[in-house]
Structure formats: structure tokens, C-alpha cells
Nanobody, 126 residues
Framework: QVQLVESGGGLVQAGDSLRLSCTAS????????MGWFRQAPGKEREFVGG????????KYADSVKGRFTISRDNAKNTVYLQMSSLKPEDTAVYYC???????????????????WGQGTQVTVSS
């Protein structure tokens, strides 16, 4: 079983940057594709971006492309979401997820992920 814990959320102003971390325990996730999702109040959970097992391939939602960067450190069993030029519409609870069925392909579909963290709140004020 894999446990995922996100950290790094908080309250920032528009234009600021923030880095979220997602650390796995229980077993290594180094051979899993990993994803970041977010959910704002009253909205469905949406794909933010993902990274393949090696870190050499990433995928992003159009809404964050060019502003967010995902990376991973397999030695630390940790995935990162670097967010810059934050906007009020980025306000949401951010979740990381592990896809044990895929290592090279990055899914944008939340139900294809097997393990989820508890989420961390990101609030961007205008």
C-alpha cells in the first residue's frame, strides 16, 4: 500500500510562486506515473499535470502550461509541483496521485489513479 502526503500549500498573492511536494511511503513509487489534480469548491476534480516514471516526460493542462512545472526525485520518493505566476483561479485543494498501472504513459483521468494524498489547500488572493 502506498501513502501519499502533500505539503507546501498556503495563502499567496496573485503573481506569487509556490512549490508543492508529495512524498510517498509504504513502497517506492519510482516506477509509477504520478499526477497532480485540483478541486475548487463546487467544481469537479481536474487534471493539472503529470510525470512519467523517469521524469523525462510531463503533461500539463492548458490552463497551467508554461506556469507550472512537475518534477520528481525518485531517490526521495517525492514529486514536486512548482507553481508560478499564480492566479486567483488556481485556488483549489491540490492532490497528488500515483498510477500503479502506468509508468511511461501519463493519464489525465482521475479514476485511473490508484493512490491519492489527502490534499493541500492553495489559495491565491487578487
Amino acid at each position: 500500500q502506498v501513502q501519499l502526503v502533500e505539503s507546501g500549500g498556503g495563502l499567496v498573492q496573485a503573481g506569487d510562486s509556490l512549490r508543492l511536494s508529495c512524498t510517498a511511503s509504504g513502497r517506492t513509487v519510482s516506477n509509477y506515473a504520478m499526477g497532480w489534480f485540483r478541486q475548487a469548491p463546487g467544481k469537479e476534480r481536474e487534471f493539472v499535470g503529470g510525470i512519467n516514471w523517469s521524469g523525462r516526460s510531463t503533461k500539463y493542462a492548458d490552463s497551467v502550461k508554461g506556469r507550472f512545472t512537475i518534477s520528481r526525485d525518485n531517490a526521495k520518493n517525492t514529486v514536486y509541483l512548482q507553481m508560478s505566476s499564480l492566479k486567483p483561479e488556481d485556488t483549489a485543494v491540490y492532490y497528488c496521485a500515483a498510477d500503479r498501472g502506468r509508468s511511461t504513459v501519463i493519464s489525465a483521468t482521475y479514476y485511473e489513479y490508484d493512490y491519492w494524498g489527502q490534499g493541500t489547500q492553495v489559495t491565491v488572493s487578487s
